[in-house]
C-alpha cells in the first residue's frame, strides 16, 4: 500500500517557485482540465494555494489509461513525478507524472463547474463550489491578505484588538435595523399586562438584537487602553438590495482616546492605503488576473466608458493625499455640477441638509475630484447620536471616506464627550437613556476626546480586487430573501 499522505508533498504555489527543477514531488489537487491523446495526457491541477495550475504530463499506458478514464474535471487527486523545467508558455515546471491516485471522482454529467467562464450570477447559486472557480480564488486569497494587512497595520501602530459582543441589547447606530435574537416560541409569545410582549421571559431577560456595530463597546476599551479596534460580524436588516450591501459584513472599527478627528482621518487614510499596497505586494498574481478579467469584460465597451486598470488604480490610492473638504463645501459642489442643473440625478441637490445619496458620492470621487475624498461636518440631522457637535450646533464632526466605484467606504467621527450634550442628543434623537448608563458612564469617569471609524470590510475588497457586488467578496453573502448554504 503507497503511503498517499508522504513528505515530499508541496503545495502548487510553493512548487511552481522552486529555485530548480528535477527533483521528485508529490502533489495533491482538484482537476481543472484533461486532455487526452494516444500516447500523452495533460491534467491542469489546482489546490487553491495559487491562481497557476501545475500541469501534470501523464504517458499513458493500459494501466494509467483506466485510472485517467475515472478523471474528470472536479476529481481530487494525488500525484507524484519529477517536476521538470516545462517547454510551454506561462509556466515555470511542469510535472512529469509516475503515479496517479484519485482521492475522490467527479461525475461530468452532474459536476456544475466546467472549464469555462461562468456568469456571477451563475456561481453565486453554487457557492458550494465557487472556490473552485479561478475568481472566487483569487478573491479568497485577497480576502484572506487583506485580513492580515489589518491586523498588522494595528498592531504595528500600538492598538489592541477587542473582540466586541455579536449579541446586544443596545442600536449603536440608533437606526433601528436589527435582527432580534429569541429563544421565546413566536407561536406562545408571553405578554405582560399591558398586551406587550414580556422581554423579561425571554432567554436574557430582555430583547436582544444581532450588532449593527461594535463601537459603543470599542469605546470602553478605547478608554482604558487609548487605542483598540474591533474587526467583526456585523448584522443589519436593512432591506437594501444593492451591490454594496449585506445583511451579514464584517467591519473593522478602530476606537482613539486623545483623538480627533484630523487624527481620525490620517488613520484611516493610513490603514486604506496600506491595505492597497500589501495587496499590491503580496497578491501580484491574482491581482493581473482579476485586472485581466476586468479588461476582457470592457472590451466592446466605448474607451471613455471603461474603468482604469485595476493595478493602475490602486497605485493611483496608495500614490495621491485624499481630497478633505466639508459636506458644506461638497453640497455647493454637487449643486452647481451639470447632473444636478440637468436634473440628471435621481435625487436633486437643493438645499443644504441633504443626505447624500451614492450617486452624489460617486460624483464627486469619480468626476469632480477623480481620487478618494473625505467629506467632514454633516448635518447633526443626517448622523448618529454619539458624533461631536461643532460650535455653529448644526455640524458634528463625522468623516466618511468616499471611494472610486464605490461611494462610502469608511464612516467614521469624533465623539461627544461631554456628558451633558450627549444625553441632550440622546433625548432629542429618542435613544434610551437608561439602557445606556454603561455607555455614558464613560462620559461620567475620565472622560477624553476619542474618535473612531468603521470600515465596510467588503467595500475594501470591491475596491481591491475591481469586482462589482459585494455578493462575490464573501463567501456566503446574506441578503434580503438570500440565506443559502
Ligand atoms: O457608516 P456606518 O454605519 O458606521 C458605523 O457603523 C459606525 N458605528 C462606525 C464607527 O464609527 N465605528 O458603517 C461603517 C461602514 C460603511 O462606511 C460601509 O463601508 C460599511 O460599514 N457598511 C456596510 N457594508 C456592507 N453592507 C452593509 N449593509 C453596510 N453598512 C455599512
Ligand atoms: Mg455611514
Request: aromatic share 10%.
Amino acid at each position: 500500500m503507497i503511503n498517499y499522505m508522504s513528505s515530499k508533498k508541496l503545495n502548487i504555489k510553493a512548487l511552481l517557485n522552486l529555485p530548480q527543477a528535477n527533483i521528485e514531488v508529490a502533489v495533491d489537487a482538484w482537476v481543472r482540465t484533461k486532455r487526452q491523446s494516444k500516447n500523452v495526457a495533460f491534467l491542469a491541477l489546482n489546490d487553491g494555494s495559487t491562481i497557476h495550475n501545475l500541469q501534470a504530463v501523464v504517458d499513458v499506458d493500459d494501466q494509467i489509461e483506466s485510472i485517467l478514464d475515472r478523471i474528470h474535471t472536479g476529481a481530487s487527486v494525488h500525484v507524484e513525478g519529477i517536476l521538470i523545467p516545462s517547454e510551454g508558455k506561462g509556466q515555470s515546471y511542469e510535472l512529469k507524472t509516475t503515479t496517479i491516485h484519485i482521492w475522490g471522482e467527479a461525475n461530468p454529467d452532474e459536476y456544475p463547474l466546467q472549464p469555462k467562464k461562468h456568469s456571477l450570477e451563475f456561481l453565486r447559486e453554487i457557492a458550494h463550489l465557487r472556490f473552485r472557480s479561478n475568481l472566487f480564488g483569487a478573491v479568497t486569497r485577497i480576502r484572506h491578505a487583506m485580513i492580515f494587512a489589518i491586523h498588522n497595520y494595528f498592531n504595528q501602530n500600538g492598538f489592541y484588538n477587542v473582540h466586541t459582543p455579536i449579541i446586544t441589547a443596545s442600536d449603536a447606530e440608533g437606526a433601528g435595523e436589527m435582527f432580534q435574537v429569541t429563544t421565546l416560541d413566536l407561536n406562545n409569545l408571553p405578554k405582560t399586562e399591558d398586551g406587550s410582549i414580556d422581554y423579561s421571559k425571554d432567554f436574557f431577560g430582555k430583547s436582544a438584537n444581532l450588532t449593527v456595530s461594535g463601537q459603543l463597546e470599542a469605546e470602553l476599551a478605547a478608554m482604558a487602553l487609548s487605542k483598540v479596534y474591533t474587526f467583526g460580524p456585523t448584522f443589519r436588516a436593512e432591506n437594501s438590495n444593492t451591490s454594496r450591501h449585506l445583511a451579514e459584513f464584517w467591519m473593522i472599527e478602530p476606537e482613539v482616546a486623545f483623538a480627533d478627528i484630523n487624527d481620525d482621518m490620517d488613520l484611516a487614510e493610513g490603514l486604506l492605503k496600506y491595505c492597497v499596497q500589501y495587496a499590491l505586494d503580496h497578491c501580484n498574481d491574482d491581482l493581473q488576473f482579476l485586472s485581466e478579467r476586468i479588461i476582457a469584460e470592457e472590451k466592446s465597451l466605448p474607451e471613455k466608458d471603461r474603468s482604469m486598470e485595476l493595478i493602475e488604480k490602486l497605485k493611483m490610492v496608495v500614490d495621491n493625499d485624499f481630497v478633505r473638504i466639508t459636506y458644506t463645501e461638497a453640497i455647493d459642489i454637487l449643486k452647481n455640477s451639470n447632473p444636478n442643473k440637468k436634473k440628471k440625478f435621481n435625487y436633486i441637490i437643493e438645499a443644504w441638509g441633504a443626505d447624500l445619496q451614492s450617486e452624489h458620492e460617486r460624483y464627486l470621487v469619480e468626476k469632480h475630484f477623480q481620487k478618494p475624498v473625505i467629506l467632514t461636518d454633516y448635518p447633526k440631522e443626517i448622523k448618529a447620536f454619539y458624533m461631536k457637535l461643532n460650535e455653529d450646533n448644526q455640524t458634528v464632526r463625522a468623516m466618511d471616506i468616499l471611494f472610486p466605484g464605490i461611494g462610502e467606504i469608511v464612516g467614521g467621527s469624533q465623539r461627544e464627550e461631554d456628558y451633558e450634550k450627549l444625553v441632550g442628543r440622546m433625548r432629542e434623537m429618542h435613544i434610551p437613556e437608561k439602557e445606556m448608563s454603561w455607555y455614558l458612564d464613560t462620559r461620567k469617569f475620565g472622560s477624553a476626546p476619542h474618535a473612531g471609524f468603521g470600515l465596510g470590510f467588503e467595500r475594501l475588497l470591491l475596491f481591491v480586487t475591481g469586482m462589482g457586488n459585494v455578493r462575490d467578496v464573501i463567501a456566503f453573502p446574506r441578503t434580503p430573501k438570500n440565506c443559502e448554504f
